[in-house]
């Protein structure tokens, strides 16, 4: 073999064995994407419940009879987005099971 040959033939092995490193790596860091995605998951629809319960709570306190038809409008606004929400986490969390 010629200088030129050997020369490409040392850099294709070397190329070759880099790549496989790598991708080796890659493979590693990629098993545990599934896992961490669920428990982003779970936290994300942990932490819209709670959400969901601090408005339930901080609707529920209004008692001012003054403000009783605001705050009626207001109650009915704030479950109607509450329901919108608890719809919008039941919806994406069957696509993301689906996608399991």
């Known amino acids: 073999?010629?200088?030129s040959e050997t020369l490409i033939q040392a850099t294709v092995n070397q190329l070759k064995k880099r790549l496989?490193?790598?991708?080796a790596d890659v493979l590693e860091i990629a098993?545990?994407?599934p896992d961490?995605?669920?428990?982003?998951?779970k936290n994300f629809q942990d932490e819209v419940l709670e959400e969901v319960?601090?408005?339930d709570q901080q609707s529920s306190q209004s008692t001012n009879p003054a403000d009783?038809?605001?705050?009626?409008s207001n109650l009915e606004q704030s479950q109607e987005?509450?329901?919108r929400l608890r719809d919008k986490v039941s919806k994406i969390s069957r696509k993301f099971e689906m996608l399991q």
């Not at 496989?20 to 991708?23: C, T």
């Open 81 to 83: 987005q509450i329901d």
């Open 1 to 3: 073999m010629s200088f």
């Open 31 to 33: 098993k545990g994407v």
């Open 53 to 55: 319960d601090r408005l």
């Open 20 to 23: 496989e490193a790598g991708f």
């Open 36 to 41: 961490r995605l669920n428990k982003e998951w």
């Open 68 to 72: 009783e038809r605001t705050s009626s």
